[in-house]
């Protein structure tokens, strides 16, 4: 079966200008988590989302990080006025989003390169 | 909080052979969930092996367990007969239960030689 994909792969932006990062999750998981992945900060958490609702968004670094899901399925994580420390891996996941054991699947990422 | 700390930056294997990843966790939760994500040059991160507080027994999968001590707070990975295509980083993660984020050690690398 398909599992989490995301687009685009790569995304080059200058700074100042504003980017759309797309996960599609795995059919039937009403869990979806977006995560950074940078040199210097490791892995970090961003944003939740249990269905179209954002439970948790503790992650988000300031208000320019803004993201939505839509028909319990596709999620958006927007970035205005990008900076340069805004270069990263975003990594979008996905889980059942409930039992016992609820274990995130994640997608091959989108590397985003700010200039 | 929770916090995870890996603190093998790198290790190296020759083939065929055992080797141990370290993993050490702090958390208030009484009821928690430990993962290990392999992941490889390519950059996903692929779901290796999961481990519950309140199992009494170390998970298993494949050449993959997990040497969980509770009372030590460590939950070491064990991956036994190395492969070439084991060379990767490796991140251990856990998470209260009841779905939420992960939070992830800063990873080990290893290196599989032949």
């Known amino acids: 079966g398909a599992g989490v994909s995301q687009s685009p792969s790569n995304k080059v932006t200058e700074k100042g200008k504003d980017v759309e990062l797309r996960c599609d999750p795995i059919?039937?998981?009403?869990?979806l988590y977006w995560y950074r992945q940078s040199l210097g900060q490791g892995l970090e958490f961003l944003i939740y989302?249990?269905?179209?609702?954002?439970?948790?968004k503790s992650g988000l670094p300031s208000d320019r990080f803004s993201a939505e899901r839509t028909g319990g399925s596709v999620s958006t994580l927007t970035i205005q006025r990008t900076q340069q420390e805004d270069s990263a891996v975003y990594l979008c996941?996905?889980?059942f989003g409930g039992g016992r054991v609820d274990t995130q699947y994640f997608g091959p990422g989108t590397r985003l390169t700010v200039l | 909080a929770q916090k995870i700390t890996q603190t093998q930056p790198g290790m190296f294997v020759q083939e065929k052979e055992a080797v141990t990843l370290d993993c050490t966790y702090d958390?208030?939760?009484?009821?928690?969930?430990l993962f290990w994500y392999k992941q490889p040059s390519s950059g996903e991160m692929i779901f290796l092996i999961y481990?519950?507080?309140?199992?009494?027994q170390n998970a298993t999968e494949g050449r993959y367990s997990l040497n969980f001590q509770k009372a030590r707070k460590s939950a070491n990975l064990v991956i036994s007969a190395s492969q070439l295509g084991d060379s990767a980083m490796y991140f251990c993660?856990?998470?209260?239960?009841?779905?939420?984020?992960?939070?992830f050690g800063t990873g080990t690398r290893l290196l599989v030689s032949p």
């Open positions: 996941a996905s889980s």
């Open positions: 059919s039937g998981h009403t869990a």
């Open positions: 989302f249990q269905g179209n609702s954002a439970p948790d």
């Open positions: 958390t208030s939760d009484p009821s928690y969930g």
């Open positions: 481990q519950g507080s309140y199992d009494q």
């Open positions: 993660a856990m998470s209260p239960l009841g779905f939420q984020k992960l939070v």
